[in-house]
């Protein structure tokens, strides 16, 4: 089989897993009915949740703007969110865990703001590092909560999912390793094959990763502040999710909230566009089980596609217009 052959039929397989997913999820959701679930919500409610999105957005930002600023204290706040929300769009339209947008970043700040490739790609790399970093650690108690509201059970469930959380203490090791002085990229990259390899840009990327060890060195308190801006954000992620499960009139605790938004996040970490299909059968999935119905998963993944629409497509038109010139 050629490889372009083994292409398409990586890419027939994962169409038709997006189609199985999206059929099973709407199967049993009529829209009459998602309908209804949409139409209790009152225009306050959605500006209420609009204003904690963009909350979000500007804790993100400012987890960036912090890193940035260790190295280039001239660089002002305002002018990233505007980048951030170009790469978000960019990312977001990109298969996989919401990344794609990052050579935006480091473009930006080159462009508008005199860093050099390899700095703004170091500030890049930190900033990236940490959003996994608070991603994955709520994720992985997302896990467990999961484990302990009786959504998954048992010990092969529990097997299945081990290497999953190996991966999501990654970004915690990644930077421990540049701390101590230790470069896990580089070291990858230095044996890859020739071919598959292009030596100005993987010099690039071993010169900002050693300079985001000696970030993680000498910036080891602005490196906490920036976790705990992340660590914020998420917090308010999950009130944000806890709002419009209020506002659908479901009511869950603590753990099964936590439960049904790592669900959700774990669907970004498909290979599909935005998660398409996953997202809105882990919904749908989590509100059966939690006895609620198809329609209410189907209405709360129509609210989260909705906020992230918006912020991407205008995030899009950002990278292709002023942004870009």
Do not use: C
Not at 250 to 266: E, G, K, N
């Amino acid at each position: 089989m050629n490889e372009a052959a083994r292409k398409w039929m990586i890419r027939a397989g994962w169409l038709a897993l997006l189609a199985v997913l999206l059929w099973w999820a709407l199967e049993n959701a009529p829209l009459a009915d998602i309908w209804a679930s949409l139409r209790q919500l009152e225009a306050w409610q959605l500006v209420v949740l609009m204003v904690f999105n963009l909350g979000i957005f500007a804790l993100i930002t400012m987890r960036w703007w912090i890193i940035v600023r260790a190295q280039n204290p001239r660089v002002p706040f305002y002018p990233l969110l505007g980048y951030r929300l170009a790469a978000y769009g960019l990312s977001y339209f990109t298969p996989g865990p919401l990344v794609g947008g990052e050579p935006l970043q480091i473009i930006y700040l080159q462009k508008h703001h005199g860093l050099t490739y390899a700095r703004a790609t170091a500030a890049v790399i930190m900033d990236k590092l940490l959003e996994f970093l608070a991603n994955f650690l709520m994720i992985a108690l997302g896990i467990y909560a999961i484990f302990r509201v009786g959504l998954l059970s048992g010990g092969l469930a529990l097997g299945s999912l081990a290497p999953l959380v190996v991966l999501l203490f990654w970004p915690l090791v990644h930077i421990l390793l540049l701390y101590r002085g230790r470069y896990p990229l580089a070291a990858l990259l230095r044996i890859l094959p020739a071919r598959l390899s292009a030596p100005k840009l993987v010099r690039l990327l071993v010169v900002s990763e050693h300079m985001a060890g000696i970030f993680t060195r000498h910036h080891l308190g602005v490196l906490l502040a920036a976790l705990a801006v992340s660590l914020l954000s998420w917090i308010m992620m999950l009130v944000e999710y806890g709002l419009m499960l209020t506002f659908l009139h479901v009511h869950l605790d603590f753990w099964q909230t936590l439960a049904a938004l790592a669900s959700l996040q774990l669907s970004f970490l498909m290979p599909l566009p935005a998660g398409l299909g996953a997202l809105e059968a882990s919904q749908v999935l989590v509100m059966t089980m939690f006895g609620y119905s198809a329609a209410i998963g189907i209405s709360l993944s129509l609210l989260v596609r909705a906020r992230d629409i918006l912020l991407g497509g205008f995030g899009l038109l950002l990278a292709g217009g002023a942004y870009n010139r």
